[in-house]
């Protein structure tokens, strides 16, 4: 079964071709092909985590097949699967089997459905082939076509302007945060010599990789799974991304690619466990992006970009837990996290769906209207904030345990996004579904989604309910997804049941008060607003990390046209052109040396020459009786000379 | 008389005949000095004979040969200014210069 496996990413791709070819012959009008392959990647999914957990199968297991040789390296095609890849696979094919499901009825009748069906399963064999691969030459490949699948999903409906914008804004943030792909793989490669990642971590667990050249790439690759991952200060993108569909928001946004660097993190934790710096980056941009996302959720009135706020917030998490040297909560939380937020993006795409804006201003009052849409975004929203027993508890508790057990200060700041996390989320759960409603005639015109949309939900959200607590019992998840390497630093020792009370008593408490300001008194929040006015701005503003990356593409466009100009008017006029005018000045004088110099001392030779002929020519005059006197008189001499001598 | 006497006879006859060939237009006159030049040198042969070598006729013979050669040379030589004279319509050699480059 495991021998199978590669088949999983070339089934989905020719899933994508087939609909996009013959979609309108099939069912569905291809969304059953779609559904079809990711049932059963789910299916062999579901089966090798079973076979893992329960010993039947041996990891981690390796096949590739050679592709190509340069120099003395090889680069392969091939599978990679250990514990990291089946938690990672079960997540991918789960999310994305359910998202295509519920697409069916929130999609019904756009006129690019084929397409987006076509899209949506291009992702996940890009996802699948990122989670599989065995080469990270591959990986990166993979990589970049999950990019250009997000930057297309976004875009989905592209003739709204800002929809187009957000997609050109998602794929080009993303990639300067790839800039230092290939630079990191490169500095990879020079260590280790090969792209193979069983290979890389083989060298990385025996300390094989110079520290600093293993810190540099780790930071350099960190720097990808952060644009990726949407951490400080690539996380931009990720708000606007909300422009395209919500199933692609659940899907791309929440649960899969926005993982994908967490999971890259993951996948090399050998080669971070050998710097603590690049191990303290990581911790510390996590952690700031835990608060910073979450104090930006706390003003958001957009529904979906509350979420995609608390998505970056719990991303920052987990980037936070595997800087922290938790490994396994924080791939815990990723597990986690992806079904519930996912959960949360679709009971968001529900409400959308019924009345069609995503102002939470307009809303209020429909969990009357959407009594499942309501339920399971509540089931989601305890999990997400930790509150007992549900998911998120189990494994954000272990991620705060983890930041304590590092440093007490990552733990405070951990502590303080969990608390705003529960605020926010009760703020949006009442202003959406409490209280009255806002906007009467979008109340009016709400219904309960169809049960292609509702049946969805409700299975992520007894997933939300209860992965937490199943994955916990045996230590299972554990047992699966391990680091057995050695960390950098010592931990040091910390009760987590005492982690766990405090954790749940504030998220209580937060999302109690509220729950309760925004419910009772939603004159308070208001007052609120007005009072602390430049705070609010700084938030809205996003703390100016929009307008500091215009300010950036516009100082690269004035330099670009500095450097037009100086190229224009320096190099091209004065250096080439001046260069052209002193050749020209140069080959005249030297032509009239070669005419009057050159050529004449020539032309002299040849008139000596002629002259001296002529003069020669007088002795000849062609009478044989001048050369007999010649030869007369010679004879003469010579017996002049005789007889004198 | 002795042998300088013919030998200075010789001489002059020698001198006018070369004389004649440097000097004269006429390619028949040229022919006619060349014939004196070689009676001068046919009057050294009997006159060395003669006085060197009284008894021996070796000196004879020899002239006997000069003779007939410019005999020979004489016919073959107005044959070729006869030749020349049809073509050119001249006897002066200074017109005969039709291999000049």
Known sequence: MLEYVFILPLLSFAAAGLILAFGRWLPLKGASAGIAVAAWGFSQALLLFVKAIRGGITLPYEVSIPWFSFGGSQATLGVYVDGLTIAMLLVVTAVSLLVQIYSTGYMHGDPRFKRFYAYLSLFTASMLGVTLTSSMMVFFMCWELVGVCSYLLIGFWFEKQSAAYAGKKAFITTKLGDLGFLIGLLCLFYATGTFEISKILELAHAGAIPAAVAGTAAILLFLVAAGKSAQFPLFIWLPDAMEGPSPVSALIHAATMVAAGVYMVARLYAVYALSPAAMNVVAWTGALTAFMAASLALTCFDLKRVLAFSTVSQLGYMMMALGAGAFTAGMFHLTTHAYFKALLFLAAGSVIHAVHTNDMREMGGLRHKMPVTYITFLLGTLALTGIPPFAGFFSKDEVLAAALARNPYLFAVGAMAAAMTAFYMARALVMTFHGKPKDAQKYDHAHESPAVMTGPLILLAAVSVVSGWVLTRHEMFEKLVNFEGALPFELHHVSHGAVAVFSSIVAALSMTVGAWLYKARPEIPALLREKFSPVVEMLEKRYWLDAFFLKLVDIGDRLSAFMFSFDFNFLDQVVIDGWAWLTLKLSRLQGWLDDHVVDAAVDVTGAATLSAGRVARLAQTGLIQNYLLFVAIAVSIFAAIAFAG | ?101
């Open chain 2, 1 to 101: 008389m002795t042998l300088s006497h013919y030998l200075a006879l010789s001489g002059v006859l020698f001198a006018i005949g070369l004389f004649g060939v440097l000097t004269r237009r006429n390619v028949i006159g040229i022919l006619m000095s060349i014939e004196l030049m070689l009676n001068a040198a046919n009057i050294n042969f009997v006159a060395f004979n003669r006085f060197l070598y009284p008894g021996r006729y070796e000196g004879h013979l020899t002239v006997i040969f000069i003779i007939t050669l410019a005999a020979a040379e004489v016919v073959v030589g107005l044959a070729l200014v006869m030749a020349i004279y049809k073509n050119l319509k001249s006897v002066y050699v200074e017109d005969y210069n039709i291999l000049k480059g």
